[in-house]
Every structure is written in structure tokens, then in C-alpha cells.
């Protein structure tokens, strides 16, 4: 038995919607005309981020200006400085709690213990769900235009935390932050592209 199939007309009502909101999407990051070589970028913390996960984003900070040296779009790390093109300010942060991880384990073990129970009872169809807590922090991201017109996105990053101490939550987390200024450098790398 199948139960999708891309003849039946609502497979094809959720392709089409699944491709014109994924069109829609606001863009991650701010883009500029004409692209720029060179950013400088600053990183700031709200005092509420916590000191250690504060100096590990900035060490993962630290090394993606270092790497980015002899790429074609090159982020200088302008924190000391007063002005740079870009600012990228941590608001906020959250790590799982342990409750979160208890509700986690339970809520995973009725959505995997679902299929077999709904097979059993002979349903024609079976589903099965998981719930895994997320570290997350927001950031928002500031570009000042040569015009002086100043643009802002705001960004969550997610990093994993189900069943991991708060320790080593936050090592996780400002690795995702890694994989964030990996795809800021990725996208001002293709605005440059689109140019040559």
C-alpha cells in the first residue's frame, strides 16, 4: 500500500506550497550593493549570556576571521574598534533544562512505542514523533551601508542539548555558532560571485 503518490492532487497542493513558502523566506543575511572584499565585524554579548559561553563564541569567532584571511571575501575582527561594517550582537541564550530532557525521554518514548502500538491495531497508517530540547541563542546582526542606512536581521542558533550537562551544552552551542559564521561567509562569497 502507498500511501503518497505524486498523482494524487493533494501531493501536489503540498509540493507547490512547500516550494512557494520556501521562496518567500526572509534571507538570513543582510545584502549589500556593491558586495564588499572586506568586512570589519564586531561581536558583543548582552551581560546575560554567560561569561564561559561568551569567550568560547568569541575563540570560534577568533578563528573564522583567522581562516577567512585567504578567502575571496575576507571578516576582520573589529571588537575593540568603535565602528565596523558589521555587528553581530548575542542577545540571549537558553540551556536545556533537566526537566526539559525528562519531558524529552518520555515524549520520545511514546512517539517510537506509537508505530507499534498503531501496526498492532491494525491501522492502515502509523506515525511516530520524537521531541529533542535545543539549546538556542539569539543574535541579531547589524550592517552599516556605505549610504549609512543601517540593516538588521534577527538569528537563532540551535545547538544540541538533550541529555548532555549544561557544561558541555555550551561547547556545542558556540560550535553551531561556528557553522553560522560559516554560512554569513558562504552567502557574502556568492553576492560577490553574482557580480564577476
Not at 26 to 45: A, N
Not at 62 to 71: D, I, N, V
Not at 97 to 117: C, E, K, W
Not at 129 to 143: A, D, G, M, N, R
Request: hydrophobic share 45%; aromatic share 12%.
Amino acid at each position: 500500500m502507498r500511501l503518497l503518490s505524486i498523482k494524487h492532487p493533494g501531493c501536489i497542493a503540498f509540493l507547490v506550497l512547500a516550494c512557494l513558502l520556501s521562496s518567500c523566506a526572509s534571507r538570513e543575511f543582510i545584502s549589500t550593493y556593491p558586495p564588499r572584499t572586506v568586512w570589519t565585524v564586531k561581536l558583543v554579548f548582552d551581560p546575560i549570556v554567560p561569561e564561559p559561553l561568551q569567550d568560547m563564541i568569541t575563540a570560534e569567532f577568533k578563528e573564522f576571521t583567522y581562516q577567512s584571511s585567504g578567502q575571496p571575501v575576507k571578516f576582520v575582527d573589529a571588537s575593540e574598534e568603535p565602528d565596523a561594517d558589521m555587528t553581530i550582537h548575542v542577545r540571549m541564550y537558553k540551556h536545556v533544562t533537566a526537566g526539559q530532557s525528562a519531558a524529552g525521554v518520555f515524549v520520545t518514548m511514546l512517539g517510537f512505542a506509537a508505530p507499534v502500538l498503531m501496526a498492532a491495531a491494525g491501522s492502515p497508517i502509523v506515525i511516530t514523533f520524537w521531541y529533542f530540547p535545543k539549546t538556542q541563542s539569539l543574535s541579531e546582526i547589524y550592517v552599516n551601508h556605505d549610504s549609512g542606512v543601517q540593516g538588521t536581521r534577527m538569528h537563532r542558533v540551535l545547538g544540541p542539548g538533550f541529555l548532555r550537562t549544561p557544561e558541555r551544552q555550551a561547547v556545542l552551542h558556540s560550535r553551531a555558532y561556528r557553522f553560522f559564521f560559516i554560512r554569513m561567509a558562504r552567502h557574502y562569497e556568492k553576492e560577490l560571485r553574482k557580480l564577476k
